[in-house]
């Protein structure tokens, strides 16, 4: 039982990725004849499991962390919610070249672009499993685009990438955590100063969480809008808005009954208040889950698509449409990937970096839908993993500066009198350093991590496949 059962995993991962060179062969190799395809099948499928167990943990670990979903129950909805949102919603048409960052007419021959996204796609999965290994949460969406790089630059020279493209993607690395820490914190200490440090917290919640639950549903309203119905609908930023508006005046007033049957019997104390915010933070998850399934397993599995078009046209397009079976290997492997990888990253996130309860959680996805509205709004290129995993961090120093803020004022200390021996002050913080450390390394290092390896695996496959 226990040699066996670290295998089971690597078993059913093996069986995934056979299969899905078996249907790219019979669904594709009458048309193409190339043994290209096959072989982006297998590096597909071996990406969209890596995404399962790394990416998708950003989504359901503040929730599991709280205690407002188990383990299981968490993998099950984001397995459900993933896959969803790839296959309802999951964008028809993705740049090839990965947003902009080479161009394509600098590659010679459709022949060396296709070795060129095969190398994207295997070195951007096997870093992502590097820092799934480590217990790092990285961005798969900038794991392919260090790959994309790399290649690009190992193809046809630094000039074939758009440095500006790669400036803003780097600022990124910054931005978004940042972003995503102050809405967290933001929202935290609105919980906090209005609902929390009240006398009648239970009234206070009756009056809030209501609106709490209507800004989360505007949020989702406008993200779900923009980035998770591009193959439903078309919708301009300006429609968005007011669709979230309408839902957020809607669920605002929908939730008052629900939460007043909720509150009722509840002592006034902040224990009682947290299984007022679990349900809202559950289907907050949830949509987060869909909306990433959407969103970034179709820039994953684009590379894939790209090598499809190429062996089957002959010629290098800048866009191309997914198809179906390419949408269902990324779909499924991320289901894979999180129910054997994922549990690992899901505890770090949920409950190492800092501890979360409901309330807490509820403001790091809330933070992350918002992050990305204001991004997309401002033209910013934003990481969905820095975002979420950045209100973490958000919420876990606003609390360090808040304890040590009522320190001070309760108990009518100095500053002087605060400071305590090193090793007393290291054990008492509430945000674990080491993975601060780990995490913001592994951000740092993924484009050129990536880059360098995507290089090495383009000279590898030109060499076998001349």
Known sequence: ??????????????????????????????????????????????????????????????????????????????????????????????????????????????????????AALLSAAIWVNIATWVGAPVSTTHSVVGGVMGAGIAAAGFSAVNWPTMGAIAASWVISPLLGGVIAAAMLAFIKWKVIYVEDKIAAARTWVPVLI????????????????????????????????????????????????????????????????????????????????????????????AVVEATRTSAVAAQVSIPLWVMVIGALGISFGLMFYGPKLIGMVGDQITRLNPMRAYCVALSAATT????????????????????????GF??????????RRNEGLSPDALRLPREERKRRKLVRRSHFLTIVAAWVITVPAAAVLSGICFFVLSAVGS
């Not at 009954?257 to 006034?268: D, S, T, V, Y």
């Open 214 to 305: 209507g800004v989360m549903a505007a949020a989702f309203g406008v993200y779900l809008s923009i980035k998770g119905l591009k193959r439903v609908v078309s919708i301009d930023f300006g429609t968005a808005l007011l669709i979230g508006l309408a839902a957020g005046v809607v669920f605002t007033f929908l939730s008052r009954p629900f939460i007043r049957r909720q509150a009722e019997g509840l002592e006034n104390r902040n224990r009682s208040l947290k299984v007022l915010f679990r349900l809202p933070l559950v289907i907050s998850a949830a949509l987060l889950s869909f909306a990433h399934g959407a969103n970034d397993v179709a820039n994953a599995v684009g590379p894939l698509a």
């Open 372 to 395: 990305v509205i204001a991004a997309s709004w401002l033209g910013l290129p934003v990481s969905s993993t820095h975002i979420a995993v950045g209100g973490v961090f958000g919420v």
């Open 398 to 407: 606003f609390r360090e500066w808040h304890t040590a803020r009522r320190m």
């Open 1 to 118: 039982m226990y040699a066996a059962r670290p295998l089971v995993g690597v078993g059913f991962s093996l069986v995934f990725v056979t299969l899905s060179a078996l249907a790219a062969a019979v669904l594709t190799g009458a048309e193409t004849g190339n043994l290209a395809v096959i072989v982006a099948a297998v590096f597909g499928a071996y990406m969209a499991l890596n995404i399962g167990a790394n990416d998708v943990a950003n989504n359901m670990g503040p929730a599991v962390g709280a205690r407002a979903l188990s383990l299981a129950g968490a993998i099950a909805i984001a397995a459900i919610c993933e896959s969803a949102g790839a296959l309802l919603a999951g964008g028809d048409v993705v740049s090839t070249i990965s947003k902009g960052i080479i161009a394509p007419e600098r590659l010679a021959s459709g022949q060396i672009f296709i070795w060129a996204m095969m």
